[in-house]
């Protein structure tokens, strides 16, 4: 069984810009998180989508926005890049609506500069 | 604010040896306490999960204890191998949060010969 994926794995793009990242999760997996990992403040959660809903948000600004499709792809968006958004973001797949297990994709290295 | 701390920040130990790694959570109402690995560029792997009924789990060489009373959690791992260098992550889940997830900033851990 395929792991989650994402792409692309590494990008580089300079301030002001727009970014698009994608996360395709484990086959028959319909909820998808994604977090932003920095050296200063660890693995944050962004927002979870469950069947193409968001379901939960953290605390960033609305320049971090997301989707999921109906084939439970998501990508995420960070609009007007910041310095500061430079960092892995990974994605995570979870099996049913209340699963405790959540599996981790490789990640998106994005370095703004 | 709900947080998640770990200690020690970093570890350094000889292969064979054991050790243990101490987490302390103020997050509540507390749902599930998690313990993962993530080995340097890539996702983190999980090691267990505990429910606030669970007072202890084991994975192999892995074993995580957990007092719901004091609010702290270990993971201790027995007979050291030097794959078990990378980071150790605390993870404390919200009871209705989904998988909306609190980390704590881990714990680098190395293994020397």
């Known amino acids: 069984k395929a792991g989650v994926t994402q792409t692309p794995r590494y990008l580089i793009k300079t301030r002001g810009q727009q970014v698009t990242l994608s996360c395709s999760p484990i086959s028959g997996h319909r909820s998808v998180s994604w977090y932003q990992q920095t050296p200063g403040q660890g693995l944050q959660f962004l927002f979870e989508y469950f069947s193409e809903t968001q379901r939960n948000k953290g605390n960033f600004p609305g320049r971090f926005s997301g989707r999921q499709f109906s084939n439970s792809r998501s990508e995420m968006n960070v609009s007007t890049l910041e310095l500061g958004d430079s960092a892995l973001y990974l994605c995570a797949s979870t099996t049913r609506d209340r699963s405790y297990e959540q599996y981790f994709g490789p990640g998106t290295r994005l370095t703004v500069t | 604010k709900n947080q998640v701390e770990q200690s020690p920040q970093s570890l350094i130990i000889l292969e064979g040896k054991n050790c243990t790694l101490q987490c302390n959570y103020t997050v509540s109402p507390f749902s599930n306490l998690r313990w993962y690995k993530q080995d340097t560029g890539r996702g983190p792997v999980s090691l267990t999960i505990m429910t606030f009924s669970e007072n202890t789990k084991s994975n192999g060489r892995y074993t995580a204890t957990l007092d719901a009373d004091t609010k702290q959690s270990s993971l201790h791992i027995t007979a050291s191998q030097l794959s078990d260098s990378a980071s150790y992550i605390c993870?404390?889940?919200?009871?209705?949060?989904?998988?909306?997830?609190?980390f704590g900033t881990g714990t680098q851990l190395k293994v020397e010969l």
């Open positions: 993870v404390v889940s919200l009871t209705g949060g989904g998988n909306k997830l609190t």
